[in-house]
Nanobody, 123 residues
Framework: QVQLVESGGGLAQAGGSLRLSCAASGRTFSSNAMGWFRQAPGKEREFVAAISWSGSTTFYSDSVKGRFTISRDNAKNTVDLQMNSLKPEDTAVYYC????????????????WGQGTQVTVSS
């Protein structure tokens, strides 16, 4: 079983940037597709971005496409989410997730989750 720990959350102003990182340990990280999800207060957890085990395929939600970039370093067992041009509606708890299946956009696709990191964007 892989364990995931997110870091890098915090407070940013609208238009600013933050970089989230997810460190993985346990089962072979490089065989897992990885995803980032977020959950705002009172809302369901929603898909943000995903990356295949090799890093050759990425997928983004329409709401973040062109602003966020997902990347991974299998040598360091990390997956990052670079968030630029932040908006107040990006405010949420961000979760890193892993799956032994091919990457997907639904929470049910992923079997391992981190504890989350808070991102707050002020206007």
């Amino acid at each position: 079983q892989v364990q995931l720990v997110e870091s890098g959350g915090g407070l940013a102003q609208a238009g600013g940037s933050l970089r989230l990182s997810c460190a993985a340990s346990g089962r072979t990280f490089s065989s897992n597709a990885m995803g980032w999800f977020r959950q705002a207060p009172g809302k369901e957890r929603e898909f943000v971005a995903a990356i295949s085990w090799s890093g050759s395929t990425t997928f983004y939600s329409d709401s973040v496409k062109g602003r966020f970039t997902i990347s991974r370093d299998n040598a360091k067992n990390t997956v990052d989410l670079q968030m630029n041009s932040l908006k107040p509606e990006d405010t949420a708890v961000y979760y890193c997730a892993a799956t032994r299946n091919i990457l997907g956009v639904t929470t049910s696709r992923y079997d391992t989750w981190g504890q989350g990191t808070q991102v707050t964007v002020s206007s």
